[in-house]
Structures are given as C-alpha cells and as structure tokens.
C-alpha cells in the first residue's frame, strides 16, 4: 500500500473520531482510539514509536518519539490544540527526516473540524 492509500484510511478515521467524540479531548485518547480504527482496517499501528538520532555512525535512543507510524510508512502527529504551530510542522518533518519516511500527517483534533485540523507534510529526501 503507497503512502497516500495509507493516508486515505487515516483521513477517513480521524474525520469519523471527530465526527463522534468531538474536538478538544487529551491528545492519548485520540491516539488509542485512532489507533484502534486504524488497526480494524487492517493496517499495522505502531505508537510512541522511538525515533533514534543518528549522527557520526551512533544511534541515540534520547531522540523523538512518534505518536503513531502506520504501516512503516506514514507518520502521525496528534495535536489537540486551539490552533497549530509552525514548530508542529518543523517537528513531524524531523520526524519524517529521521526516520526515513516520505508523509506525515498532522492531526489536530482540537480544530472545529477536521478539515481545518488536517496537514500533510512531505519529506523531500
């Protein structure tokens, strides 16, 4: 599956959370039920996933820690903020960066709606 079918699913999910649960609740609760859905369509989830920081040939563990990576392929960022940050986008692209992954979406869940919540960011390589 090609990142922007793994993107669709969710899309999709994150717009049916929204839908029902509604904006404005702990970031976790969107991770744990996102990742729920997710997995019911039968994508792999992995959360809090470790990003190490590689430099000079070593592996750092004390690097970032994804919300959700689906697939090996997409990176999911949760927010649950009024409004998003240009500091969001810069954190999931070093995430992308580090991890060697081409999209990411960003995901606030404390817009009004998802459409407004919703941004991709794209790893240039």
Same mark, same amino acid.
């Given at each position: 599956m090609y990142e922007n079918d793994i993107a669709q699913h969710i899309v999709s999910a994150a717009f049916k959370l929204h839908l029902n649960l509604g904006p404005g609740l702990l970031e976790s609760v969107?991770?744990?039920? +996102?990742?729920? $859905?997710?997995?019911? *369509?039968? +994508?792999?989830? $992995?959360?809090?996933? *470790?990003?190490?920081?590689?430099y000079e040939g070593l592996n750092f563990d004390e690097g970032f820690r994804a919300d959700l990576i689906v697939n090996n392929r997409v990176i999911v960022e949760l927010k649950s903020v009024e409004k998003i940050a240009p500091v969001h986008k810069k954190q999931l692209l070093t995430y992308l960066r580090l991890a060697d992954c081409k999209l990411g979406l960003l995901i606030n869940f404390g817009a009004p709606t998802m459409k407004e919540g919703i941004s991709r960011v794209v790893n240039g390589l």
């Amino acid at each position: 599956m090609y990142e922007n079918d793994i993107a669709q699913h969710i899309v999709s999910a994150a717009f049916k959370l929204h839908l029902n649960l509604g904006p404005g609740l702990l970031e976790s609760v969107y991770e744990t039920i +996102l990742a729920h $859905e997710l997995l019911g *369509r039968g +994508l792999s989830v $992995e959360r809090q996933k *470790r990003i190490p920081i590689t430099y000079e040939g070593l592996n750092f563990d004390e690097g970032f820690r994804a919300d959700l990576i689906v697939n090996n392929r997409v990176i999911v960022e949760l927010k649950s903020v009024e409004k998003i940050a240009p500091v969001h986008k810069k954190q999931l692209l070093t995430y992308l960066r580090l991890a060697d992954c081409k999209l990411g979406l960003l995901i606030n869940f404390g817009a009004p709606t998802m459409k407004e919540g919703i941004s991709r960011v794209v790893n240039g390589l």
